[in-house]
């Protein structure tokens, strides 16, 4: 027979709910589905619905994979109970390749994709794509340098045969 959920208090409640609501903006805002997102996590999506909503039970190790299947990390802190269960982005994204690729984040993409309407992300390969028929039009001096890490890593992950121009990134 299976352990009763533990008793939580009405504070540990209402972070594990927040922290959950956390998850599931993001997840909506990288405009994944639950399966989409439960698969990458390797949960199941009733799983995913129960930490999106909150639920104690559910394993640490299993909030854990959520988040880290969405570019999120759980970080503590000494500054009070808020912090502890405070999500943030992973500050560390070298090489990393998010599921859906925000427009406003980069700059040059953004300005090269003037023409793509009704969506404010692009798919990797999309945003690949979208650099690789501009380069002409890439200032790499002027690239901020998570737009550069941004690039390096599509064309290392999408490009035929790893990365494209010779594989240094510096050259368009």
Known sequence: MPAPAPTTTEQCTAQLQALGAQIRTRRKTLRLSATETAEAAGLSRVTLHRIEK????????????????????????LA????????????????????????????????????????????????????????????????PANEQALLAALRLALAPGGATHGGTGDAV
């Open 54 to 77: 909150g639920e104690p039970s559910v394993t640490m190790g299993a909030w854990c994979n959520a988040m880290a299947a969405l570019g999120m990390e759980l970080k503590s802190g």
């Open 80 to 143: 009070g109970a808020a912090a502890q269960a405070t999500a943030t982005a992973a500050a560390d994204r070298t090489g990393w390749i998010p599921a859906r690729v925000p427009l406003a984040d980069y700059p040059q993409l953004r300005a090269l994709a003037w023409q793509v309407h009704g969506t404010d992300t692009l798919t990797p390969a999309e945003a690949l794509g979208i650099y690789e028929r501009n380069a002409r039009h890439l200032d790499l001096q002027a690239m």
